[in-house]
Every structure is written in structure tokens, then in C-alpha cells.
């Protein structure tokens, strides 16, 4: 999965939190593809009809915030999105991402987030570090390089499959 | 340089001699806690495992696994305690013998029950499937909280890889007023650095303030280091310490105090006497302003509960502002583990609570996840001891929560207004 081509869907808002991705009464919840129709709810009611496979999220810094539930890199995951790009993650829904093989959390510049539009596509190039936004001319821009063993865990497909 | 508490915990559970922020090891864990939320997700995580072909016959050490169950519970509905009875099955399955099962003996919310029970020590590492996992760490031990792959990981491997954090140091100088508790300190540092300030790395308390605190309060500043995305809050053990660790278990620790010439990445000073009773406004944490800013603002209802504000030093502060009056608006008071509802029964503290007119109710996360047991509906507003005011947190999305400290909290239930306790 070196490289990545869809549709990005913008929520141009920081801290984003998993209490918004999937609501605390679905933590009980444990089917993935339940927890996939309720992604967003807290932001977007019609989330999920937006989404196709393999889609991604451009959102505000710190996303991820608040409770640890693995219930919202699932949803998310299982709703369509392969990648979500931010300025920043919360750390557990970093890790949570990584290491469950779900999506994988891509770090950009802060003003990243104004040059690229809702609905752009995007082609990400995880061997060259970038994105080409194919509907603005092609325009490049830099992601932030994976650190060597979080780019072993995202190549294995997930931490079980990394350190057999 | 030396090593602060955090990278010394983490370089003795590495094996290495020295780590240093950013580097990235695989430490040995001692204990790791699952609930009846993260539990079902860790069992899932083996499940779809298998349907990989991957089956995992035992896990690593049942000794040191402990399971609670308080977010839903009493069960809220079928799911609820479908999944209490699928991670018993579990827990029966796996040889766990530490289950603190609602009903059954002492029983309550995992981060109370971590250090009432003596259950994590100095010096560990300890990882649990909950966010506030950070709260464990005013014992002197490395707490984090992980999801549920982690978690999983864990419990096949003994181990888990963690990037060594940066150490922010909080000094807090001077003296506490009276009517100003933890929770105002936390929520003003907060309000300070964002909530994402501190993401990624370490948060350490120490100073004066800190020096004499009891545990109890040095909990709430630890709870809520998570709310300003801290991987682990952490206090060097003292005699505090381990007078409190010894009161609730006979093992033996090694409490690991970090270098002299420990190195943080940076320090912030504060000055207690400074610190005025405060709110975190909706819809954050970091929304934080004194109490008499916003002393007008009606409420509908007031919560003292969950990790953050019902421990028995909590329901004591609230106790002596309810005394011999009556509330104006709907309070609940949910003590944290039974254990402590005992002592506050024993300590005349729930008489008191009931004769002003409270509602007393089990143990339990309850309405702190907006998960049941008394949830908040459309433009509810509620004054709560509790660690997040997000949108919909405890209830409906455009109900407001206002985070207190449990004097705050009862002072406000007296007037139906945003109160400081010293004004009552
Ligand atoms: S009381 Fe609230 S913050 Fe504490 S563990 Fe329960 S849901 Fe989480």
C-alpha cells in the first residue's frame, strides 16, 4: 500500500474527538460493521453516505482526542477512509491506527490544511513522502516521514503481524 | 544527563541503561488492566485473529491481568450485560482471579480500584485499556492507557513498544488556599498548555503543594493529564506514597526516584496562593475561567462521580459544604468503589449527602461517558466533578457540561447557580 488515490472529505476543525467519532452509547458495541454506520455521528450525520473505499480525511490538529475506544479508528476504517491527514493525532488514536492495521494516520504542515479542498482527490506516495492533488494541477505537498519501527508495524499490516 | 522517573521506569522494564525522549523501546509490562468496554474489544481483537489463523492458546501472565467492571454497569441493556457475561467467560477461561464484579464485594471504577486496592506499585509499568490509565501514575509508576490491539498484544507478549516521552515538570510553590482542591490546579494547567499541550510526552508534578498533598488529590492532577493528551502523569514516590501503598498491600517495590541531574524539556512554575476555585467551561477542558467570572450561570443539575471527583477526599470536601443545608437543583453522588461508599457511610458522609436532599447511587461510570444512570438531555446544563465537557459527552450534544471541583460542585447544588465555595 505505497500508493493511495481517492477522495478527501475536509472537517477543518481541531480536536476532533473519539467521543464525536463514535459516540459513547456505541461502546458497547463490539461488530465492526455496525460501528462503521454510527462514524462521525457526532459531526456529520451523513457521514458515511459521503464515503467510498478508500477515501480520505483532512481534519484540524490533535485528532483523535479524549477516550481510547479502538471502536473509532474501526469505524472510521470500516466506513471507507484509508488515510486521515492532520497537523497532529491524539497519541492513543495514533497508536490505535498502527497497530490495529486499520488506517493509517498521516502527519502534514499546518498550512497544508488550507491548500487542499473538500473532495479533492489525492494520490499519496508513502515511498517519496507526498501527496499530488490531482485536482489542482498536481500540486505536491510533503508528509511527515513514518519513524522506522511505526513504518515496519504499517508495512506488516498491524503490530501482531510485526513482531511474530 | 540523568534520567527523569519516567525514562528511569522505562529503561529498567527495557533492559537498557539509559533512554533518552524519542527513542523507541519495548518495555516489559507488570500489570495490565481490562473493563467491561475494553475487555469485549480485546476479545474481538483475538477473534478476528483467529479468522486469520492466528490462535492464541494462553495469555502471558493471568497474575497480573485485572478486570472491572464499571462503565455499564448496573447493565444498562442486553448488550451491556452480554458483554459483562463474555468477559467473564474470559476471565474464567484465562485463570484471571482479580475480577471485581458489580455485586460481588468490592467492586468499582478501574482507575479507583488500581490504588484502592493496592492493585499497581511504585516503580511499575502498568498499561490499561482506558485513557485515564494516567491516574496510577501519582503512585510513582509509569501508567498509559492503550487500546485494544495493544492491549491484546500485551496479553500474548508481556510487552509493548513505547516512544520514551519528553518530561513536562509542573512545580506548584507556595501554599493551597483552602477552598481550592487539585482539580483547580490540574484545570488551570490545562487551560495553560491546550489540550493537546502535552501530547505525546510526560507530565510530572512536584513542589511544595505537591510535597504535602495527599494521595487522593495527587490522583486528580495525574486523572487529568489526559485531558492535555499527556501519554502518562507521574509523581516521585515519598513517604506519602508508601505509607498509602503499604496501608493496601504487603508486596514489596522498588520505588525508582529519578536523577539529580534529571533533564526536562521544560519547567512551569506555579504559585498556588494564585489559584482561584475554577470551571473548564463547555465544550472543553481547557475552557477554564474562575468561578466568580461566571458565578450567575444557572445550572440544572449538579454530579459528584466517576475516577476523577468521588474518592473519599472528594466526597469529604462536598460533604462539608452540603452540611445542614438542602440543594436547589438535582444532585447525584456516585462514590467510585464501593470500598469508599463504605467508608462514607461509615464517616456519616452519605447521611449528610441524603439529608440535603442528594441522591446517593452505586458505584459506576454512569453518566461521566454519557453512557446511563441519569445522562443529559437537550440544553441540559450540569456542574460535575468529571474529567471531559466534549459535545455530547454525558449526554445529548447540545446538553453543557461544566468540569468542577467537588466544593465547586456542592457549592453550586446549594445556590442552582455557579458558585465558589466561598461564597456559600
Ligand atoms: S469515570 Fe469517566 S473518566 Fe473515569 S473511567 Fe469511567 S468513564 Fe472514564
Not at chain 2, 274 to 297: D, G, L, M, W
Not at chain 2, 347 to 372: D, K, N, Q, R, Y
Amino acid at each position: 500500500m505505497t500508493m493511495m488515490y481517492g477522495t478527501v472529505h475536509k472537517y477543518n476543525r481541531s480536536n476532533i474527538d473519539t467521543d464525536v467519532i463514535i459516540p459513547g452509547p456505541y461502546l458497547k458495541i463490539h461488530d465492526h460493521e455496525e460501528l462503521a454506520t454510527h462514524a462521525m455521528e457526532g459531526i456529520d450525520s451523513d457521514f458515511t453516505k459521503k464515503i467510498s473505499d478508500g477515501d480520505f480525511l483532512l481534519v484540524g490538529h490533535n485528532f483523535g482526542c479524549g477516550s481510547s475506544r479502538e471502536h473509532a479508528p474501526i469505524a472510521l476504517s470500516k466506513s471507507g477512509i484509508k488515510a486521515i491527514l492532520s497537523p497532529s493525532f491524539a497519541r492513543i488514536f495514533y497508536r490505535n491506527a498502527i497497530d490495529g492495521g486499520y488506517l493509517l494516520p498521516i502527519e502534514i504542515d499546518e498550512n497544508v490544511l488550507e491548500k487542499i479542498d473538500d473532495k479533492d482527490k489525492l494520490e499519496i506516495d508513502l515511498d517519496n513522502n507526498t501527496i499530488k492533488n490531482k485536482t489542482k494541477d498536481n500540486e505536491i505537498h510533503k508528509i511527515k516521514p513514518f519513524s522506522k519501527i511505526i513504518s515496519e508495524i504499517v508495512k506488516a499490516g498491524g503490530l501482531f503481524n510485526y513482531n511474530k | 544527563m540523568g534520567m527523569t522517573i519516567t525514562e528511569k521506569i522505562l529503561s529498567h522494564a527495557s533492559g537498557y541503561n539509559k533512554v533518552s525522549p524519542d527513542d523507541i523501546v519495548f518495555a516489559d509490562v507488570d500489570k495490565v488492566m481490562i473493563h467491561d468496554v475494553s475487555g469485549p474489544g480485546v476479545i474481538k481483537v483475538f477473534k478476528e485473529l483467529e479468522k486469520k489463523g492466528k490462535y492464541i492458546e494462553n495469555i502471558w501472565d493471568p497474575d497480573r491481568v485485572w478486570i472491572a467492571e464499571d462503565h455499564f454497569v448496573p447493565a444498562a441493556d442486553k448488550i451491556s450485560a452480554d458483554n459483562v457475561i463474555q468477559l467473564t467467560k474470559w476471565a474464567q477461561k484465562n485463570g484471571i482471579r482479580k475480577h471485581f464484579k458489580y455485586g460481588l464485594g468490592q467492586y468499582g471504577i478501574c482507575h479507583t480500584l488500581s490504588h484502592e486496592e493496592g492493585l499497581i506499585l511504585p516503580g511499575e509499568v502498568y498499561v490499561g485499556g482506558d485513557s485515564h490509565t494516567n491516574t496510577t501514575g501519582a503512585l510513582g509508576a509509569f501508567a498509559a492507557g492503550l487500546g485494544h490491539t495493544d492491549i491484546a498484544y500485551v496479553l500474548t507478549h508481556g510487552k509493548i513498544w513505547f516512544k520514551v516521552p519528553e518530561t513536562l515538570l509542573f512545580k506548584i510553590n507556595g501554599k493551597k488556599p483552602l477552598n481550592v482542591m487539585a482539580k483547580d490546579i490540574i484545570l488551570n494547567i490545562i487551560s495553560d498548555i491546550g489540550t493537546d499541550g502535552a501530547n505525546y510526552k510526560a507530565m510530572q508534578f512536584a513542589g511544595k503543594v505537591i510535597d504535602e498533598m495527599e494521595m487522593e488529590e495527587r490522583l486528580t492532577l495525574t486523572n487529568m493529564t489526559t485531558e492535555a493528551g499527556a501519554k502518562n502523569g507521574i509523581i516521585e514516590p515519598d513517604n506519602i506514597t508508601t505509607e498509602y501503598v503499604k496501608q493496601r498491600t504487603e508486596s514489596n517495590f522498588n520505588a525508582i526516584k529519578a536523577d539529580v541531574d534529571a533533564e526536562f524539556k521544560e519547567v512551569f512554575e506555579y504559585e498556588c496562593d494564585k489559584i482561584e476555585p475554577s470551571v473548564a467551561k463547555p465544550y472543553s477542558p481547557e475552557n477554564v475561567v474562575a468561578v466568580r467570572e461566571i458565578q450567575s450561570t444557572e445550572i440544572d443539575k449538579a454530579y459528584i462521580g466517576s475516577c476523577t471527583g468521588a474518592k473519599l477526599s472528594d466526597l469529604r470536601a462536598a460533604a462539608k459544604i452540603l452540611k445542614g443545608r438542602k440543594v436547589k437543583i438535582r444532585t447525584e453522588v456516585l462514590p467510585a468503589a464501593q470500598s469508599i461508599f463504605l467508608k462514607a457511610i461509615k464517616e456519616g458522609l452519605v447521611t449528610i449527602f441524603m439529608e440535603s436532599g442528594v441522591v446517593v447511587g452505586p458505584p459506576t461510570c454512569g453518566a461521566c461517558c454519557g453512557a446511563h444512570m441519569g445522562v443529559l438531555g437537550k440544553d441540559e446544563i450540569c456542574i460535575s466533578t468529571t474529567n471531559r465537557n466534549f459535545p455530547g459527552r454525558m449526554g445529548h450534544v447540545e446538553s453543557r457540561t461544566y468540569l468542577a471541583s467537588p466544593m465547586v460542585v456542592a457549592a453550586s447544588a446549594l445556590t442552582g447557580k455557579i458558585t465558589d465555595p466561598r461564597d456559600v
